[in-house]
C-alpha cells in the first residue's frame, strides 16, 4: 500500500476517533452538572448544535491540512502516559517563576522562593480522560502532595482542572469558578500580616465550584465561588463531592491535613490545609 494514503487514512481515522471522543466527552459534560434527568433522546438534538459541528469541522480541517507526525501526536497523546514520568517534582525555575511572578507570586511575597516547588501531575477527568497539571506548593509538603495526586489519578478520582490559579492572573474567585485545583496564592488573612496558608503554598482547593467555601454572613451565607451557591446543600449527591466518605478526603487527611468542610462555623469543603501546630515546627515560629 502506499505509505502516503496509508497515512492519511490513518490520520483521517484519528480524526474521525477524536471528533466521536469529543462528542462523547460533551454529551457527558452536559448530562453531569445537575442535568441528569433531562432525557437524551430528547434533548439530543438540541444539544447536538452549531457548537459541535463547528468544532468537527475545525478537527478535520486541522488535520487534512497538517502532513506533520508530529502535529498529529500533539493533537493525541492518548492515554500512552507513563505516569513515573509525568509525576515530577522541580524547583521553580527562572522559567516557571517568570510564569508566576507580580501574580500568585506578588511583589510583597514573604516566602522565598526556595521554599516553594512545582509540581507536574496527571489527573482524570469525570469523562475518564487524562490531564496534565501545574501546581506550585510549599516545599515542605511537595513529596506529600505528589504521592496523594498520583494515588488519586490512578484511582481514576475525578479532577477537572488543575491549572496554576496564575493563569486566571491569581484571581481566586476565578479560579474556583472554573473548577480549578489550586494550591500556592500569595496572600494575607484580610485585615491581618498573617500570610493565609495558600500564601504559604500549605493550603489545597479541590474542585472548588462543588465544594464551595459558605460563611454564615448577616443571617444567611456567602458562598464562593458564585457559581458554587447549588452545591453548598450537602445533603444532594453530585459529583466532584467531597465528603468524609471520600478518597480525597481520606488521603489528605491520612498525611496530616486538615478539612475545611469540618470547622464549625464557617465550611470551606474544597480545602485541605497543613494545621498551625505542624507550621510551628517547620518554621520556628
Ligand atoms: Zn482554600
Request: net charge negative; aromatic share 8%; hydrophobic share 30%.
Given at each position: 500500500?502506499?505509505?502516503?494514503?496509508?497515512?492519511?487514512?490513518?490520520?483521517?481515522?484519528?480524526?474521525?476517533?477524536?471528533?466521536?471522543?469529543f462528542l462523547s466527552a460533551l454529551f457527558l459534560l452536559l448530562t453531569s452538572c445537575?442535568?441528569?434527568?433531562?432525557?437524551?433522546?430528547?434533548?439530543?438534538?438540541?444539544?447536538?448544535?452549531?457548537?459541535?459541528?463547528?468544532k468537527e469541522a475545525e478537527e478535520s480541517n486541522a488535520v487534512s491540512e497538517s502532513g506533520d507526525p508530529a502535529?498529529?501526536?500533539?493533537?493525541?497523546?492518548?492515554?500512552?502516559?507513563?505516569?513515573?514520568?509525568?509525576?515530577?517534582?522541580?524547583?521553580?525555575?527562572?522559567?516557571?517563576?517568570?510564569?508566576?511572578?507580580?501574580?500568585?507570586?506578588?511583589?510583597?511575597?514573604?516566602?522565598?522562593?526556595?521554599?516553594?516547588?512545582?509540581?507536574?501531575?496527571?489527573?482524570?477527568?469525570?469523562?475518564?480522560?487524562?490531564?496534565?497539571?501545574?501546581m506550585v506548593v510549599n516545599v515542605h509538603i511537595a513529596d506529600t502532595v505528589?504521592?496523594?495526586?498520583?494515588?488519586?489519578y490512578e484511582s481514576d478520582y475525578p479532577i477537572e482542572k488543575i491549572c496554576l490559579v496564575d493563569e486566571y492572573n491569581a484571581d481566586d474567585e476565578r479560579s474556583?469558578?472554573?473548577?480549578?485545583?489550586?494550591?500556592?496564592?500569595?496572600?494575607?488573612?484580610?485585615?491581618?500580616?498573617?500570610?493565609?496558608?495558600h500564601g504559604r503554598g500549605l493550603a489545597i482547593d479541590l474542585n472548588p465550584r462543588y465544594n464551595p467555601y459558605v460563611v454564615p454572613k448577616d443571617g444567611g451565607t456567602d458562598i464562593s465561588p458564585d457559581?458554587?451557591?447549588?452545591?453548598?446543600?450537602?445533603?444532594?449527591?453530585?459529583?466532584?463531592?467531597?465528603?468524609?466518605?471520600?478518597?480525597?478526603?481520606?488521603l489528605f487527611t491520612e498525611h496530616g491535613f486538615k478539612w475545611g468542610g469540618a470547622w464549625k462555623n464557617e465550611k470551606d469543603y474544597q480545602h485541605f490545609e497543613i494545621p498551625n501546630e505542624q507550621i510551628r515546627e517547620w518554621y520556628d515560629q
Open positions: 500500500m502506499d505509505p502516503k494514503t496509508h497515512h492519511n487514512r490513518k490520520i483521517r481515522s484519528k480524526a474521525h476517533a477524536t471528533a466521536l471522543l445537575g442535568k441528569e434527568e433531562a432525557p437524551a433522546t430528547e434533548t439530543g438534538e438540541v444539544r447536538e448544535t452549531p457548537v459541535i459541528q463547528i502535529e498529529e501526536e500533539q493533537d493525541e497523546p492518548e492515554g500512552q502516559w507513563d505516569a513515573d514520568e509525568e509525576f515530577y517534582i522541580t524547583e521553580i525555575t527562572d522559567e516557571i517563576f517568570a510564569r508566576i511572578e507580580g501574580k500568585s507570586f506578588k511583589e510583597d511575597c514573604t516566602l522565598p522562593r526556595e521554599d516553594l516547588r512545582y509540581l507536574h501531575v496527571l489527573h482524570k477527568t469525570l469523562e475518564g480522560e487524562t490531564k496534565e497539571g501545574e505528589l504521592k496523594i495526586f498520583r494515588e488519586l474556583m469558578a472554573d473548577n480549578n485545583t489550586s494550591c500556592f496564592n500569595f496572600r494575607f488573612v484580610p485585615n491581618t500580616k498573617r500570610i493565609s496558608k457559581n458554587g451557591k447549588e452545591y453548598a446543600d450537602r445533603s444532594q449527591d453530585f459529583p466532584y463531592k467531597i465528603d468524609e466518605n471520600d478518597l480525597a478526603y481520606r
